[in-house]
């Protein structure tokens, strides 16, 4: 089995379904964060450490890039002993900056792209030019509103839940080859 460290739930459930549609038969275990790369606490560190046996357990990360993805690499050496450059993948597809968010747009099947570039960005930018004090819509909100404007039942809207299987997101995309290939080189049968 192997261990795949994410940053929240969101990312499990997003990887738990592509694995299951495009890698299948393969055995994970996941390990949240909860925070980047560049700031695991101490405890972060010792359950990760704890879970793996120190990353002597097969291990990945599969993180956000964000804008730091060399840091991050960098940290995640500094913490981790036997870690090793190939088994990180960081979204959107391990070379550009960017997160999880970014990579669920790229895959937004083209019937419905127009309701998230037009009509849910549009929603965006109108509320964010308001400039309310503690109040914007940032990327991964604008990815609730997407799936909560497509689904009957609003749960299914939420990222821990949502379900990447309906017509809205294509889990067949090439935009996922990347991590795809990846998780196929890591993950055991």
Request: proline share 4%; charged share 25%; net charge negative.
């Amino acid at each position: 089995m192997t261990y795949i460290v994410v940053e929240g739930i969101d990312d499990e459930n997003f990887l738990r379904q592509l694995i299951e549609e495009r890698v299948k038969n393969r055995k994970c275990d996941f390990i949240r964060i909860g925070t980047n790369a560049n700031s695991l606490t101490p405890a972060d560190i010792e359950a990760i450490n704890t879970v793996t046996d120190s990353l002597t357990e097969s291990t990945i990360f599969i993180l956000d890039a964000d804008d730091d993805k060399d840091v991050y690499l960098t940290s995640l050496g500094s913490y981790f002993d036997r870690f090793t450059r190939p088994n990180a993948f960081f979204f959107p597809d391990n070379i550009d900056p960017g997160n999880l968010e970014t990579l669920l747009r790229t895959i937004v099947t083209s019937e419905y792209r127009p309701l998230l570039e037009d009509c849910i960005d549009g929603y965006a930018e109108c509320v964010n030019a308001l400039q309310l004090a503690d109040y914007s819509v940032d990327e991964k909100a604008k990815l609730y509103v997407y799936a909560a404007a497509l689904t009957r039942n609003s749960s299914r809207a939420a990222g821990s839940s949502r379900l990447y299987g309906l017509p809205y997101f294509d889990l067949n995309s090439s935009s996922l080859n990347p991590l795809v290939q990846f998780l196929q080189n890591h993950l055991t049968a």
